[in-house]
């Protein structure tokens, strides 16, 4: 980062903890893994903290004093009353959020009311952050409590680098269909230059809702929205190994795993640890403890399960709700696998110190952790942490996204109670070898791999992304667009370099069907009749196509990105290439008619020196997935020879090497020898070639959201028409 520029880091919760008891202001430091990982990074850049303090003021004068005080921690506090706690955290973010993206869809609420309250508190996010950064400061967002903000921020400080990470899982494209307001959230978070997960299966999960929800195809590991390009991006979140590792290397640390030891009674212990939410999976795991000890009835007051439920949402009814069944099926199991002076389960449910979470592992055997989804879990990390002994063994579920990374650690399914009992049975009897193996391959992927390289990680991909020069945007300013013509009519000669689909005619769900209106042809006629002003409509058309649409005009074409040319008002086409040059057109119209079977609703267009599938009319999760196969299909098949594969907008289109808008308006028209001025106008990735080759004092035009070099950005063909009628509107008026 720049020596002025800052880190504002946005959570929903400050990285401290308050407490306004008996009227008095005090704060100490959370401990949390979010918090951790950011303390080192604020060594060395000039951080602040923006969020909920958890609080709120009873007066004027606490208030003050709280502020003054956070600001010694550089946070600054956005205050939420009991009603908007109740409406967007309790609500929209965790009864209709947080059960959809884990799966939880059936404790869903059956009316979702509290979406409006979500905005609203997003929007107060975002005028704090406003107050305190810049457009030339970096902006990290963090999780499901604000999807929107990167959105609304992106509008209010365009140039800022913002950044959103979510630390819960991102669910299927199936399952995220089925959320209230999914695009609205989805737009939110694309405000964001890099959005980052745990694990490719959640990146890969929201690249398919893009495509799904929004029609919005992306590519690899970034996506064009909105004139701009968006970074997807996998970063595991580790935690806090130093501190995990001194824990369990201190002089004190043998005495607490003694008497942990001694208290528990058993020859072999278990232990989980788990914040008592549903999405946890604690009923399925004491099932799992029940039908070992039913199976293998030699465990029986050997073996004991610890299990802290560390307390969470207690005002919550669900939770209370869930806090009963727990304890009552601790209580059943006891009851029925226990005896008059040994229990098969020890339940506790209460907040421990890191310091007996510590003990805790080090004195257990094996550690259980099978929640029913989740982003990361941090527990299995800290466990493998804190075994510097080199012993014991992980179970953990395989739908955790700490599984993604720990291969070694015995994985189950969390539903499947039955294999989870196995797993335990394994887990317990596994010979000291292996577990000693598992173990070192364990510690050496979570040191390698700590919080703050994490936190540092992000900061670097984000602030690494380009931040070149953007367009000026005239979608919703005609007024600036009109002007902008006007100065181009008063120039001595003036050239139009124009694309045709989707520049001068909306893109048609057939190729065929774009047909040019009589408005089209009258206005480039007009155009083309004015003293000093030349017309080319340089298009990736096939010849055919443009000659029977436009051929009679007194204009410039130029067909196939260049195979073909035509000067106004001449009859004869000039052909660009050697025929002989087209032997791979058979092999490749071949290939192509095999996927357009393959795609209901997809088109093979002929050219005479090329072929395009078009896959427009395909369903988007079928031809995204075929339009990734035939591009490697095909780069394979026709490595050797003089032939481009490129890809456009939902096509995928074959022409000979060394062709495209540039070369072909450069130097089959020599538009450029003159000393007129451009105007140029372009909607894909075939005209950035267009707007490379325009010399200084050119006008660009990029119509649509396409990531561009073009100057300006207009909104479709219907400004572009504007902006010409403007121009033959003013060229035709008597000078004065």
Known sequence: MSGTSRLILVANRLPVSVDLGDGQVNIKASSGGLATGMRNLAKAEQTSWVGWPGAYPENDEQRVSLEKQLREHSATPVYLSSRDAERFYEGMSNSVIWPLFHYMVDRMPLLVSDYDD????????????????????????????LLLLPGILRERLPRARIGFFLHIPFPSSEIFRLLPHREQLLRGMLGANLIGFHTY??????ADALLGTLGIEPELDRVDVDGRSVSIGVFPMGIDVQSFERLAESPELPERVAQLRQAQGVEQLLLGVDRLDYTKGLPRKLLAMELLLQR?????????LLQIAVPSREAVSEYKSLRQDVEQLVGRINGSSGSLHEAPIH??????TQAELVASYR???VMVVTPLRDGMNLVAKEYVAARTDGDGVLVLSELAGAASELGEALTVNPYDVESMALNLDRALSMPEAERRERMSALREKVRAHPVERWATSFVSTLEAGERGPEPRDLRLDSSELDRLATTLAEQAEVIFALDYDGTLVPIARNPELAVPDSGLTELLDMLAGMSGVRVCVVSGRAQASLAAWLGKLPIDLVAEHGVWSKRANEESWQCHIDPSALGWVSDARAILETYVERAPGAILEEKTAGLAWHYRNVDPYLGVHLAR???????????QLPVSILGGRKVIEL?????DKGSAARDSLSLFGTKAVI????????????????PDGSISLCAGTLATRAAYRVSGPEQVRRFLRRFAETRTLPRG
């Open 629 to 639: 196969e035939l591009r490697v299909h095909l780069v394979r098949h026709f490595a």
């Open 296 to 304: 293998s009835p030699q465990y029986r007051g050997k073996v004991r």
């Open 363 to 365: 004195a257990a055997e």
């Open 347 to 352: 339940y506790l449910y209460q907040p421990v």
């Open 679 to 694: 105007a140029a106008a372009g909607d894909d990735r075939t005209d950035e070639d267009l707007f490379a080759a325009l």
């Open 655 to 659: 022409r000979p090497q060394g062709l």
């Open 201 to 206: 299966g959640f990146a890969r999960h929201f």
């Open 118 to 145: 979500y905005r609203s508190v997003n929007e107060r996010f975002a005028d704090a952050v406003c107050a305190e950064a810049g457009e030339d400061d970096t902006i990290w967002i963090h999780d499901y409590h």
